[in-house]
């Protein structure tokens, strides 16, 4: 396990917290290459979808319902095999294979700020946030 991998059980939490920034890394296995691509998925103002960005282009947006599809209007550039393993990430919500990892940017997941602590860390989500979370 990476240092600041995100635990399976909380991907879904994590992805969609509103500020996220992450890499999705797939070991190499069976002959094939190591693939990675690095996200940026922020909540937009009404609250209803969140915007993607891949390698720092905009994608698309996803709505808040199961299951998870990427809306592409507008999209300046669609990066096909990086988006569809995000939204295979979502739809399975941390059941895959252990060479696939979530590894955080070291940012709460919520609001961007630098995480700390080790639950921090651990969680890809700031204690205040956290607490949050909790309340709702």
């Not at 797939?26 to 103002?45: L, P, T």
């Not at 393993?85 to 630098?114: I, S, Y």
């Not at 995480?115 to 651990?122: F, G, Q, T, V």
Request: aromatic share 10%.
């Amino acid at each position: 396990m990476f240092r600041n991998e995100v635990r399976k059980s909380n991907i879904k939490s994590f992805i969609l917290g509103g500020s996220a920034e992450f890499t999705i890394y797939q070991e190499a296995k069976d002959g094939k290459e190591a693939q990675q691509a690095h996200y940026k998925v922020k909540i937009s103002k009404e609250g209803n979808c969140y915007f993607v960005r891949v390698n720092n282009v905009y994608q698309g947006c996803i709505y808040k319902k199961q299951p998870y599809l990427l809306y592409t209007k507008g999209a300046k550039g669609n990066n096909t095999k990086a988006t569809k393993a995000l939204l295979w990430v979502l739809n399975h919500q941390g059941d895959f294979p252990d060479e696939v990892h979530v590894l955080h940017m070291g940012t709460c997941a919520c609001c961007g700020r630098k995480l700390s602590d080790p639950l921090s860390i651990e969680l890809g989500i700031g204690p205040t946030c956290r607490a949050r979370r909790e309340e709702q």
